[in-house]
């Protein structure tokens, strides 16, 4: 975590918060820190990741659904369960919408 942690600082500082590049960077940090229990650190990450893509590159851009998707797969893993499947509703109704059944 502590070289991801670099590396999107690192993203931030060369590319720019807003960068696709430095959208994923904090993705995967946020990722890492679910997968070793840091929930909410990775749940306030996510949503701001999500409305970061939403804002630089739109709600339908591939990058800003799994955002969305990630965000939901946290509010699970913590019990928000309402909140989680509403996202993942909205989610699975725009991928649809987007990319065909």
Same mark, same amino acid.
């Given at each position: 975590?502590?070289? $991801? $942690?670099? !590396? !999107?600082?690192?993203h %931030? ?8 590049? #430095? +959208? #994923? @960077?904090? =993705?995967? +940090?946020? =990722?890492? &820190? ?8 990775? *749940? ?5 990741? =999500? =409305?970061?893509c939403?804002?630089? +590159? ?8 799994s955002?969305?998707?990630? +965000? /939901?797969?946290? &509010?699970? %893993? !913590?019990?928000?369960?309402?909140? /989680?499947?509403? *996202? %993942?509703?909205?989610? @699975? /109704? ?8």
């Amino acid at each position: 975590i502590d070289i $991801e $942690e670099k !590396v !999107v600082a690192d993203h %931030e500082r060369i590319s720019g918060a807003d960068h696709p590049s #430095t +959208l #994923t @960077a904090r =993705a995967n +940090l946020a =990722a890492s &820190y679910q997968q070793v229990g840091r929930t909410s650190e990775a *749940i306030e990450l996510l949503a701001q990741v =999500a =409305a970061d893509c939403d804002r630089t +590159l739109g709600p339908e851009h591939p990058d800003t659904l799994s955002a969305r998707a990630g +965000l /939901a797969a946290s &509010y699970k %893993e !913590v019990g928000r369960t309402s909140e /989680a499947i509403d *996202i %993942e509703e909205r989610v @699975a /109704a725009d991928r649809e919408r987007i990319l065909g059944a």
